[in-house]
């Protein structure tokens, strides 16, 4: 950590203290798990992955994309301890990973499958947070039901004695709150301040006015956040959960610690990515090394009763907005979360819970809106098949429960007929066209050419990504699409963001050769360097 400087990173570590925590808070419900495990993970993401991860702006915490896992891993295994085995199992494979240098895993991932994930995941965040937001907190199972708030559906037409008004109009007041606060007016004058806090702060209150005025509509204790409060130092310690070890012979123990090791390691690898290219100063962070932070992380939080932690954009892009410039901002926002959870457990304890749910329907909607499915198709078949496929198989498996047997690994299922389809649908494109990728040898100031075939899919990412960052300084690059017939959505990305990006950096010129107009790349054949 640099202390020279802490007048930046300590400002920042607070803005970032202020987003985490209700965050910590709402994933833990999502989740189903004690508030004091997100808690946990916070604390852990924010000081020990804080001080061994390799990028000076990223944040590490719990996770919304891993919520829905969490839920059913702790549901099928039917008990938390073991669930804190996966996790402690997820952190060593993530260790293992990291030592074998397979840091670049997520470049061989296309985005439409990873889309189709998170999309998946934010129906199924929507699809458990309706009853907090109602007050009706029946159905634990996630099933299609629970996109009613009435838990049965036979119940559907008698639904207003499930209904909690006051925990209705708190979620209603919440989401207001955050969405107005997302309006220009509002961002710019207070852009230190997060709406979800300022939503929390307000939910309190409420709270708080109707139980003093005895209203009829008084909040209770069951539809409020619920921490254990400790006397003494022993009983705080005696709160931490540890792992039930006999889950290293389970094999349903093990096989959700791969899902978890899998899943959060994507999301940490494009998270970081992301946060590279934020970044002012552009560092680029070293992946290898910051899957052995993550590992060591997830080991930790495993072995004391913590929630799987990833790398989060959301807390990330908040650190880089508030002028952090080093790791310490991420440490302190740690220690802020730690003195949090000691000093004032009460204060937490009066959060409505339907407050948080309307964070977490809000996070839910930014990754399943209805943008994301026309962006998709508007890429292509190579893009709409394999994200539709990793949507459909993880809603039938984990929301509609059609195919109660695989209940809890619709994620992991659904990403590998992702998978699938994408490698179906190249293998079914090169039928018809063969496939070669040229890259000729090359030395400093030379004209590198590099060729692209006439299919040119994600499998090919990590290879011409390798290609485009070992180009010498000073060289003219010339990419010819002239015998194209169809360029993979991700590999047209990692190619703009060379040209806006890396190029620039490095003093090198660039000059694009047959690119169809769909692919929004312009040719050209003088393209000189900004510097």
């Known amino acids: 950590m640099d202390l020279k400087h802490i007048k930046s990173d300590l400002p920042s570590g607070v803005v970032v203290f202020l987003v985490a925590l209700p965050l910590c808070l709402g994933i833990s419900l999502a989740s189903g798990a004690p508030f004091f495990s997100g808690i946990i993970s916070g604390i852990v993401g924010g000081i020990v992955i804080g001080i061994l991860s390799g990028s000076k702006l990223s944040v590490s915490g719990p996770a919304a994309g891993l919520a829905a896992l969490v839920l059913a891993a702790i549901t099928n295994l039917g008990n938390f301890q073991l669930f804190l085995c996966s996790v402690l199992i997820a952190g060593l494979i993530q260790i293992g990973l990291s030592l074998a240098k397979l840091g670049g895993i997520a470049n061989y991932f296309p985005s439409s499958v990873i889309k189709g994930m998170l999309t998946s995941i934010g129906i199924l965040i ?69 709406g979800a806090l300022v939503a929390v702060i307000v939910s309190v209150l409420i709270s708080e006015l109707l139980k003093a005025t005895n209203s009829t509509f008084f909040i209770e204790s069951d539809h409020l956040v619920s921490i254990k409060i400790a006397s003494n130092v022993q009983e705080f310690l005696g709160f931490f959960t540890f792992p039930d070890f006999s889950g290293f012979t389970n094999s349903k123990v093990i096989i959700t610690g791969i899902m978890i090791a899998i899943i ?11 946060v590279d290219n934020i970044d002012p100063e552009r560092n680029v962070t070293n992946t290898n090394k910051e899957l052995f932070a993550q590992g060591i992380g997830n080991a930790i939080s495993g072995l004391i009763g913590g929630l799987p932690i990833t790398s989060v954009i959301v807390r990330s892009s908040a650190n880089i907005n508030a002028g952090a410039k080093s790791k310490l901002s991420t440490v302190f926002h740690g220690l802020l979360l730690l003195i949090c959870i000691i000093a004032i457990p009460s204060l937490l304890n009066k959060i409505p819970l339907s407050a948080l749910a309307a964070i977490l329907l809000l996070t839910g909607y930014k990754l399943c809106k209805l943008s994301v499915f026309k962006q998709m198709v508007q890429n292509g078949k190579y893009q709409y098949i394999p994200f539709f496929v990793t949507v459909l198989t993880i809603l039938i498996i984990d929301l509609f429960g059609l195919l109660p047997a695989l209940k809890g690994e619709g994620l992991l299922i659904g990403v590998v007929a992702g998978l699938l389809a994408s490698v179906f649908a190249i293998l079914h494109g090169n ?21 692209l075939s006439e299919e040119v899919s994600f499998l090919n990412k990590a290879s011409i990504r390798e290609t485009l960052d070992h180009i010498p300084n000073n060289s003219i690059v010339k990419i010819d699409a002239s015998n194209s017939k169809y360029i993979d959505f991700d590999v047209l990305e990692l190619i703009k963001e060379f040209r806006d990006i890396k190029a620039p950096l490095k003093n090198l010129q660039c000059q694009f050769i047959g690119f169809k107009e769909i692919y929004k790349i312009e040719n050209n054949f003088n393209v000189t360097s900004s510097h």
């Open 431 to 451: 039928l018809k066209n063969s496939y070669f990728f040229h890259k000729e040898k090359y030395h400093d100031g030379d004209i590198i050419n590099i060729h």
């Open 126 to 194: 929507i699809a458990k947070q309706i009853p907090h937001a109602f007050g009706y907190d029946k159905d634990e199972q996630g099933h299609l039901t629970e996109l009613l708030p009435f838990g049965d559906i036979h119940e559907i037409f008698d639904p207003l004695q499930h209904i909690d008004l006051a925990v209705l109009m708190i979620c209603i007041i919440s989401i207001l709150i955050i969405l107005i606060w997302e309006k220009p007016f509002f961002k710019k004058r207070f852009k230190f301040v997060p």
């Open 264 to 274: 959060a390691s994507l999301e940490t690898l494009l998270s970081i990515e992301a």
